[in-house]
Structures are given as C-alpha cells and as structure tokens.
C-alpha cells in the first residue's frame, strides 16, 4: 500500500514520470488535469464549468477538486495505494486531503527552473483519452503526431500558450508552493517521506533518482 504524491510546477514532468511509476510499481495514477480534461471532452457539467478555468491557466475551485478526488479514490483499484499527479495544489486540498485520514508515504518534489518549463510546454504534445505525454523534441512518439500504443492523433493543450502558462506559474508559486512547504515541515515530525528532485536533467535519470526513493519507502 504506497500513497505518493507528485508536486512541481507545470511542465516540471509530474505526468510523465507519474506513467514510469504507475508502471513500474503498479499503482494508479491519479491526474485531475487528466480527469478535468476528459470531464470537458465528454462535455459534461463538471467539464462546462471547468473548461474557462483550466483554457485561462487559472485553478479549478476547490470544492470542485475535492469532490473529484473523493469520487476518484473511492475506486476499487485505489485500494493498495496510487500516485496523485497534481493533487493537492493549495493549502486547503491538502488540508482536506489530511482530514479524510489519507497517510502518505511519499512526497516527490520535481523541480524546474522557468526557462526550462516554457520550451516543455511550447512542444508538449498528448493523447488525450490516455494522457500519455511526449515532447516533440525530448520525447518525441515514434511517429510524428500519432500516439505508440494506438496511433490514435495527438493534439497540444490549449493552456500550454504563453498566457496561460504565465498565469499557471503565479498560481504555482502563490497556491501551491506552500504545500509543498507544507509536506517539508510535515515530513519532519511524521513518516511521510519529502524528497525534493532536480527535474531539468534528462528523463532516464529523473526516473532512476525516483525510483531510488521509490524503493527505500518499500524497504
Ligand atoms: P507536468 O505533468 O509536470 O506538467 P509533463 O510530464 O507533461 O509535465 O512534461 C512536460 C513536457 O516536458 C512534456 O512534453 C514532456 O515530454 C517533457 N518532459 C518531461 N520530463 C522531461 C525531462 N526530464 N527532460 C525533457 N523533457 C521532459
Ligand atoms: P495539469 O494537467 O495538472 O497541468 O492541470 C491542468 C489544469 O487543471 C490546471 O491548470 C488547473 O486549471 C486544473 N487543475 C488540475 N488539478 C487541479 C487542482 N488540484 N486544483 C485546482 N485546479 C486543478
């Protein structure tokens, strides 16, 4: 039963390395960008009211997060542990998520610099019923445009444009980097384990860095 949390900011490599860990240690990966995005591509309410915040690069109201993770966890296959991509991202999801007794093993802290981020998001393309991620230079699919597994098109996020990518990197550094403040401090005085990671290195070695503490919770 391994709980672990990915925090960074946006295009610091949370969904890739997420898909390496989900695979690796076979746990679910809990995106809810990648719930959110699927929710406005069934166009359902969640998705209406969701679809200006995420276009704008702004947070997705608190309430509605919560609701979607309380939903989401109480999935079957939640039951031996999961990895959470982008949850929580302020103070008070982390707080609800600390209320409903959820006790985390791990924090992973994927680190980036600015410069690095926009030249990651300015070539990010995904799949989007699956989420997998590619980046046309850094990781680009095996064929141009196409995603491995099933060939299907892969389209560009309408937030990864200079705007909006703008307006993320402000909500990460108001709303969320005291959570990741908040997960230091905790890690001090209870067995969650806090683990800050360069990011701006090459895939293969986030992962191998990853996997080290991956392993060293198991032990
Ligand atoms: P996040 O989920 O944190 O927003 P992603 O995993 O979607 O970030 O990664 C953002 C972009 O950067 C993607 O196009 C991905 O392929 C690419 N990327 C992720 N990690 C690295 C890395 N270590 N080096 C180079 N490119 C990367
Ligand atoms: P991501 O796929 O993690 O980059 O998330 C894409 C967008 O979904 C974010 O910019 C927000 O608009 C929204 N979103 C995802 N997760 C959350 C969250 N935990 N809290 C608020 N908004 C979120």
Not at 15 to 30: K, R, V
Not at 82 to 90: E, N, Q, S, V
Not at 196 to 213: M, Q, Y
């Amino acid at each position: 039963m391994t709980k672990i949390i990915l925090i960074g900011p946006p295009g610091a490599g949370k969904g890739t390395q997420a898909e390496n860990i989900s695979q690796q240690y076979e746990l679910p990966c809990i995106s809810t960008g990648q719930i959110l995005r699927q929710e406005i591509q069934n166009q359902t309410d969640l998705g209406q009211k969701c679809q200006q915040c995420i276009d704008n690069g702004e947070l997705v109201p608190d309430h509605l997060i919560l609701e979607v993770i309380h939903t989401r966890l109480l999935q079957s296959d939640c039951s031996q542990g999961y990895i959470l991509d982008g949850f929580p991202r302020t103070l008070r999801q982390a707080q609800a998520l600390a209320s409903s007794e959820v006790l985390l093993d791990g924090v992973i802290y994927i680190n980036v610099r600015d410069e690095v981020i926009i030249e990651r998001l300015a070539g990010r393309w995904i799949h989007l019923s699956s989420g997998r991620v590619y980046h046309e230079k850094f990781n680009p699919p095996k064929v141009l445009g196409k995603d491995d597994l099933t060939g299907e098109s892969l389209t560009q996020r309408k937030d990864d444009k200079k705007e909006s990518i703008q307006r993320r990197l402000i909500s990460f550094r108001e709303d969320t980097q005291p959570v990741i403040d908040y997960y230091l401090d905790q890690s001090r005085s209870s067995t969650t384990r806090f683990i800050e990671i360069d990011g701006d290195r090459p895939l293969n070695d986030v992962f191998t860095e990853i996997s080290a503490f991956m392993n060293s919770l198991q032990s």
